[in-house]
């Protein structure tokens, strides 16, 4: 009985000094299957329990598990687009109580190393993320570190998934492009969800291991961002409102990620929304007052909207920062610029613009500023450039049959003409079958209605410019005294159309009666 008593009393004792409480280790337990769960909120559960329970003789014990979490929240707020700055000090601050051969601070470089998230980042700001820095023999001294460390498996696989990211894998078939699900090595069976969500988010989305991580984990909101930067052929209801659910869910949680008030901006600009838009581009520019995407998409829907004089400011900040994308700024505000017949103003910027940024769209804008100017040398020739790239360019012919009247060259504006109402007929006629199309498709309500509207507009506008066309080919056969031929063409006018009674007026004056 004594010997036993002294093992009850030895027990207790052992009991009483354990260095972690049976309360504490099962919360432990939680907290470690949390952080394999992988969502943000769980991370966040898990380093409030190893805080708690890493005090006394319990801390070395847990101080390891709770340095990885520190490093995985900072890891995920730069997948986020946060700042992640406060979670990184921390795990920095935790080095000096790891094992000398742990290579907390190593972890910590690599993490840091990896660029955040591209969608809610300015370009400014991921160039300092250079590539070089990933040379075949930095990338080999960094999986050394990986594989020989001390850390948790899960952990060092997620950093290595990250590293991966930032330099991803060739084309398996060696050929230039994009890459592919194929090009990917698939995730092993039983890989933790905190490893599978990184290896599914980068270099590609693999929404099907994205959905079942967000159906397994609801709260893992962040998965559901990815997922609905799935590229589509066709905005279905499906499509936009489970965009809608994945997007409105993260912003939700994450309401200062301007990966996430990019995303909704961005999908409300593609439903036709450019008010709503203009808001989370706004919240965008708050969070990243250097977004230059968010920058430049507030410009556009500024100026659809007829909200010139703000578009015109917002083009010119981004001018005058310098940003990527300031070709495309100064073709918005010499667009603005000339809806407002701003000509001078609209002149210099188109000219900028073309200087940067040479196409069909910019070339053909340049035009219409110089005929407007009287400029009409130097109109003709941005037009028929803008037409040599690209014939469909109805407005381009249009402009360059004014400018053959102006010169008063009969025959040449009555076959510019004629070339110009076969172009917008054609416009015509693709935009009904689209729009047939559009009205038979199964899509969002709102986003079907915005294009129904939007085609109705375009179609009778075509037709309208059609037929302007016609007239003024007639006209230029008439005074090319080509008089049966001007007359057919008055006939191809239809009785109910807006020009009807030009038609008929020049038929008058051509035939007398």
Not at 66 to 87: C, K, P, Q, W
Not at 322 to 329: C, E, K, Q
Not at 356 to 361: D, K, P, Y
Not at 362 to 368: C, F, I, S
Request: glycine share 4%.
């Amino acid at each position: 009985m004594r010997q036993l008593a002294a093992l009850l009393l030895l027990l207790s004792a052992g009991c009483a000094s354990a260095p972690i409480k049976k309360t504490d280790a099962a919360s432990l337990a939680v907290a470690d299957t949390r952080l394999l769960e992988g969502c943000y909120s769980c991370l966040l559960e898990a380093r409030d329990v190893f805080s708690r329970v890493a005090i006394g003789k319990a801390r070395p014990l847990v101080i390891a598990r709770l340095f990885e979490t520190y490093v995985l929240i900072g890891m995920r707020e730069r997948e986020l687009a946060l700042d992640s700055r406060d979670a990184f000090a921390k795990a920095r601050a935790l080095v000096a109580e790891l094992p000398p051969t742990y290579a907390g601070a190593q972890y910590i470089d690599i993490a840091e190393m990896i660029p955040p998230d591209f969608s809610g980042t300015p370009r400014t700001e991921l160039s300092q993320f250079q590539r070089g820095a990933f040379t075949q023999a930095r990338m080999a001294e960094l999986r050394k570190v990986l594989m020989s460390g001390e850390a948790s498996a899960p952990f060092r696989a997620y950093i290595s998934a990250s590293l991966d990211c930032a330099l991803p894998p060739p084309r398996r078939d060696g050929q230039p492009g994009r890459l592919t699900e194929a090009d990917l090595n698939p995730v092993p069976v039983g890989t933790p969800p905190l490893v599978k969500y990184r290896l599914a988010t980068c270099p590609l989305n693999r929404s099907a291991i994205l959905e079942a991580l967000l159906a397994e984990t609801p709260s893992f909101v962040e998965a559901g961002l990815f997922l609905s930067r799935q590229p589509t052929l066709s905005i279905t209801s499906t499509y936009v409102k489970n965009m809608r659910a994945w997007l409105m869910s993260a912003y939700a949680v994450f309401p200062r990620s301007p990966a996430v008030t990019y995303g909704l901006g961005a999908l409300s600009q593609t439903v036709g929304d450019c008010k709503t838009a203009i808001r989370f581009y706004e919240d965008t520019i708050a969070l990243k007052d250097r977004h230059e995407d968010a920058a430049l998409q507030r410009v556009v829907c500024l100026a659809h909207l007829g909200q010139f004089a703000p578009a015109i400011e917002a083009a010119s900040r981004i001018i005058d920062r310098g940003y990527y994308n300031m070709p495309d700024a100064f073709y918005w505000r010499a667009w603005t610029h000339h809806r407002r017949l701003e000509l001078p103003q609209a002149r210099a910027d188109v000219d900028r613009a073309l200087s940067l940024l040479f196409n069909s769209r910019v070339l053909t804008l340049a035009g219409m500023i110089k005929y407007d100017q009287d400029d009409l040398a130097k109109a003709e020739a941005d037009l028929k450039e803008a037409i040599r790239i690209d014939p469909a360019q109805c407005v381009a012919h249009w402009y360059l049959g004014l400018i053959n009247f102006k010169k008063a060259v009969w025959p040449e504006t009555a076959s510019r003409f004629v070339v110009c109402a076969s172009c917008y007929e054609k416009s015509a006629d693709d935009n009904v079958s689209r729009l047939d199309a559009m009205r038979k498709a199964d899509l969002d309500a709102d986003f079907k209605a915005t294009q129904i509207a939007g085609f109705e507009a375009v179609i009778k506008e075509d037709r309208d410019q059609q037929w302007g066309a016609v007239l003024n080919a007639a006209n230029g056969f008439a005074r090319a005294e080509q008089i049966e031929t001007a007359l057919k063409w008055l006939e191809k006018i239809p009785a109910d159309a807006v020009l009807r009674s030009k038609a008929d007026e020049l038929k008058k004056l051509i035939t007398g009666k």
